[in-house]
């Protein structure tokens, strides 16, 4: 059976489907019976799913027309 | 022909065109990557004047260097090099910057084939709330508060979705220091944000503020 500091340790790679098919097994029968690891799981699910949307992070107002009014000065076109 | 292959067509035929000197296609090339190129700019600058202005550099300097594109090498990729070199380079003249960053990271786990991460259950949080300038501000917070080596490598994974392995091309890393820094800006960036899914989201789930497992 894999330690919290174990399944801790590979919370990220066990996420990304990073770890070999046993560990896999071992981290999901811990996570099983572990509350602690399944939140920590959950909330780096969770600010992972928030970090990804396209509306968390917001160019500044009017950011692409000065950006494409500067390139056509720069190359003319 | 998938989707992917679609759009890497499309950008090679436009390459051709603007390296023909149909110059004004080169807009429509960058409109897909202006964003990834101005957050990128931002999570090393932390600025976001100095980020647009970085911006601008980028686009064009990969205009007047866009002979050297390899046909190997994705644009996105290639103009995201660009952005974080142009944005290194503006924090070195910077003189709150003058420390560079020089964590030692272990390389430690083999290289591993990038798999797309697990779809799970995220109904229970509302769209609504990703629209909310609350979250949005504690998002920004915890970003900042995460160091710049982590920032950046956070930032082209997780926010912009980039594999591992493009990540570190990208970064000039190697993918398991791309895979040690990622895990500690997730870890991080969790426990940054942990209070506020306490208190929109996670009530029924027994978190504790500050009582970590390991
Ligand atoms: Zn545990």
Redesign the interface.
């Known amino acids: 059976m894999v330690s919290c500091h174990e399944v801790l340790r590979e919370l990220s790679n066990y996420i990304d489907r990073d770890v070999d098919p046993r560990l896999r097994a071992e981290i999901e029968a811990h996570l099983a019976q572990c509350r602690r690891c399944s939140m920590v799981l959950d909330t780096t699910r969770k600010m992972l799913y928030i970090v990804g949307d396209d509306r968390v992070f917001e160019v500044p107002a009017g950011f692409s027309q000065r950006l494409h009014a500067a390139l056509a000065k720069g190359i003319g076109a | 022909m998938t989707e992917v292959e679609a759009v890497d067509s499309h950008e090679s035929h436009l390459i051709e065109r603007i390296r023909a000197g149909d110059?004004?296609l080169?807009?429509e090339l960058?409109?897909p990557y202006?964003?990834s190129v101005?957050?990128l700019a931002y999570s090393v600058l932390h600025s976001?004047e100095d980020a647009?202005e970085v911006?601008?550099e980028t686009?064009?300097r990969a205009?007047t260097h866009l002979n050297q594109l390899r046909a190997d090498v994705k644009f996105k990729r290639w103009l995201l090099t660009i952005a974080i070199n142009e944005a290194r380079m503006r924090r070195r003249k910077d003189r709150k910057h003058l420390y560079e960053s020089l964590d030692a990271v272990q390389d430690r786990?083999p290289e591993?084939?990038?798999?797309?991460?697990?779809i799970?259950d995220?109904r229970d949080?509302p769209s609504k709330a990703?629209?909310s300038k609350e979250?949005?501000r504690a998002?920004d917070r915890a970003l900042m508060r995460l160091p710049p080596i982590y920032h950046e490598v956070?930032l082209l994974r997780?926010?912009q979705?980039l594999s591992?392995e493009e990540t570190a091309q990208t970064l000039g890393l190697t993918a398991a220091a791309v895979?040690t820094r990622?895990?500690r800006a997730?870890?991080q960036?969790?426990e940054e944000?942990?209070p506020f899914?306490k208190k929109r989201?996670?009530d029924r789930?027994?978190?504790r503020k500050g009582k970590?497992?390991?």
Do not use: C, T
């Not at chain 2, 591993?112 to 697990?118: D, H, I, K, Y």
């Open positions: 110059r004004g080169f807009h960058i409109r202006e964003r101005y957050l976001p647009e911006a601008q686009m064009l205009f786990a591993g084939e990038f798999m797309p991460r697990e799970a995220w949080i990703l629209e979250l949005r998002v956070f997780d926010v979705h591992v895979k990622m895990h997730r870890l960036m969790r944000l942990s899914f989201w996670i789930l027994p978190f970590n497992p390991w």
